[in-house]
């Protein structure tokens, strides 16, 4: 465990340092779309390795976030940073509205729950297009920042301080509470936990950190939209990150994201055959090691 | 017998206090009553032991207990206040703990972290565990003796050390009352040995403990009374012998007496074997399910692997079956079944009906038989669903019915038939008897008699209920703690062997 904050301290110093190094503002900003997919990838590890529950829609959460953010800005003009916690606490009061009735059912459906919240938004944003823009989007006026670099840095500090803060409550009595209510969940309630509520807040705490990057994501993109936000395919490439990069780990789906991001950069020349090559290069990877990029490197120390 | 002995076995309890006071408990399953109307009392410093066989509710009621299934009548009092149908966490809270028989440890956390979960109040703030609550976990480590691995990971733990944890983290938060769910199973002779002495502190430190097990006899030496469940109602209550010798769990256990009707062993003596098991071991995870067990069955035998729950009845069959991975050598016919997967094996005539019984519940009996016999052209399938017919009658008059609302030996009899159209040429039966009233045994019996007398299918039969293996068997083997530990005829079982199944 130690070890693995040094390396990634040491990780996230050379990363911090790149933009400073004369790199183009395109390398500047896949590293900051990095960033942003890593802190979703990390809220959705929270409940999925940890809690033990699959959210299929992180995009929910993202989009309400985004969506909340950009209509405070788009429609009244509202500082930036009131917008961004305008659309962050709609995320979280959004996703407890969902969580707290889904999670107390048992069995798939939680999963399915969230799923069919994804649609729900999609349909609203588009029935609303007066008001949302849309499937064409929403322009929002403000900007994070005009500086590619700058811009960068927001996206970095977000990252350090959700990873910080994931990791403290992962590794806390909340954290080892929250895992033995997803692994053996008639267990932990023998022993005197009340498991809903350690999913709850688990699920509040992801809602946080999707619903604060997606809200500073409108203001970096300039623009929400439901293909960049909202669509099921987001949500499907912020869960593929988190597992490439493995589960209940919260440093692993930095890795994943990272990959993810970065390859479908690389490969961007290849056209429509990328997302192909990412997604079977990603299935490749969760077939043959389904602890991820950093369970390998755990699992041959063991 | 030393004077303290008797202290701690008889006077203590009379005069204290009944701590946990369960009241006519009842738990229905649609149309199952897996308990009704228990009534009961814990004291301080008492270990009541609740026996019974499979199926009988002593498992439903113990999760009753402890807020995991929620009863549809009766109470759960604990000092007095009420806690039946109160969710498991509240149960734990108000000063009840359970051990369970099956659990999964987090594996990423050491032996202490685990047990520290135990001690860990239930707030969501707490990101420090004190060092009072480390102290305290090490402290009952060494209490359950596991001191010395207190920083290792749990998948590097023998299977004793593992129970040992469980054990630790149930006595965490210092309950009133333990909930101990088959304490032994699984484990070798010594270590048994040091889980009762590590129960038995349970109770001399004042804890009231409720054992639950199979048969009287694992657990006499350290219980103070024994209640005594069969399909879901109290037979008997008393001290340990007095349960022994009660005609109610005589007749549950023994049966109303044992026949035997073996063949002549000249019979089978110069055919070649149909199933030979060599050597063959299984181990989950860390528990050894088989030890080196030899068997043999001869065309046309009917044999009874006799022995209690956890002593490796289905896992010996599910490896025959193909199902779970083994060492050791299988031959059917000759030839070694290895390699081939569970559906090569049943359509080559090696039928399993399983204990679970795994019936198609939203259909029709009619249809559940169908299935079994897809393989067969028609006229053969219907040939062989009125030999069935005529073998349960019960079948014919419920074809229509859904498989689901059947009575528990209805769908015995379904399963059976169904794997009957499997044309099987050995038919393991797995536990048959499960739940299932006397009445509805003496049915069964009669079938098993048909099979035995009129058909060259070979059997294979499982069972803990002795009256129902011995009569129909030709040969007995007896299965105890994952090896075979007896074989023999019937009838020198009945000599030998029968008073250990009490």
Sequence with gaps: MKKQLIIAVIVLAVVGIVPLTGVSDYITGVLTMICFYAVFAMSWDLLFGYAGEVNFGPSFLIGVGAYGAGLADANYGLPVVVCIAIGTLAAVVGGLLLAIPALRLRGPYFGLITLVAVLLLQDMIEI???TTGGEIGLSVPDVL?????????????????????????ANSPFGLILQASGQDPVEAQALGFNIVKYKVVAFGISAFFSGLAGAMLVFYLGTASVSAMVDVAVGIQVIIAAVLGGRRTIIGPVLGAAFLVGAGEVLRPAGQMSGFIVAALALGVIMLVPDGLLGMVRGRRA | MSVALDISAGTLPETAPAVLEVRGLTKRYGGLVAAKNV????????????????????????????????????EVRLNGVNLAGKPAYKVARAGIGIV??????????????????????????????????????????????????????????????????????????????????EPFAGLTGGEVKDFSDLIVSFRDEGRAVLLVDHNVKSVAAMVDR??????????????????????????????????????????????????????????????????????????????????????????????????????????WQGAPLAGKTPARIARDGLVQCPETRELFGEMSVAENIALGGQHLPKPERLSRRDWLFSLFPILEARAGQIARTLSGGEQQMLAIARSLMMKPKLLILDEPTLGLAPVILSQLSDAMKLLRDQTDITILLGEQNVTFALPNADRVYVLEHARIIWEGSPTRFAKEMASGYL
């Design chain 2, 39 to 74: 009534s009961f009392d814990v004291r301080a410093g008492e270990i009541l032991g609740l026996i019974g066989p499979n199926g009988s509710g002593k498992s439903t009621v113990m999760k009753m207990i402890m807020g995991i299934e929620k009863p549809n009548a009766g």
């Design chain 1, 128 to 130: 609303f297009a007066g």
């Design chain 2, 226 to 331: 024994v209640l005594a469940l069969y399909l879901g109602e109290t037979i008997a209550e008393g001290s340990a012998a007095e349960v022994m010798c009660n005609e109610t769990v005589r007749r549950v256990y023994l049966g109303g007496g044992i026949s035997t009707h073996e063949r002549p062993e000249a019979v089978f003596a110069h055919t070649e074997p149909v199933l030979q098991v060599e050597n063959l071991s299984v181990f989950y995870g860390k528990a050894q399910a088989l030890d080196s067990v030899n068997l043999l069955l001869h065309p046309g035998e009917f044999v009874s692997v006799v022995g209690l729950n956890g002593a490796g009845k289905t896992t010996l069959f599910n490896a025959i079956s193909g199902l779970v991975p083994y060492t050791g050598k299988i031959f």
């Design chain 2, 100 to 181: 369970f028989q099956h659990s999964r440890p987090l594996h990423r956390q050491t032996v202490l972290q685990n047990i520290l979960l135990g001690l860990l109040p239930d707030r969501l703030t707490a990101l420090r565990a004190g060092h009072e609550a480390v102290a305290k976990a090490k402290a009952i480590a060494e209490r359950v003796g596991l001191s010395a691995v207190l920083d290792r990971l749990p998948a590097t733990l023998p299977f004793a050390d593992l129970r040992r944890m469980e054990l630790a983290k149930a006595i965490a938060r210092n309950p009133q009352v333990v909930l101990v769910d």
């Design chain 1, 145 to 169: 920042a005009v500086s590619a670099t700058v811009n960068f840095y927001y996206a970095f500090a977000l990252m350090v301080a959700a990873g910080g803060f994931l990791l403290l409550v």
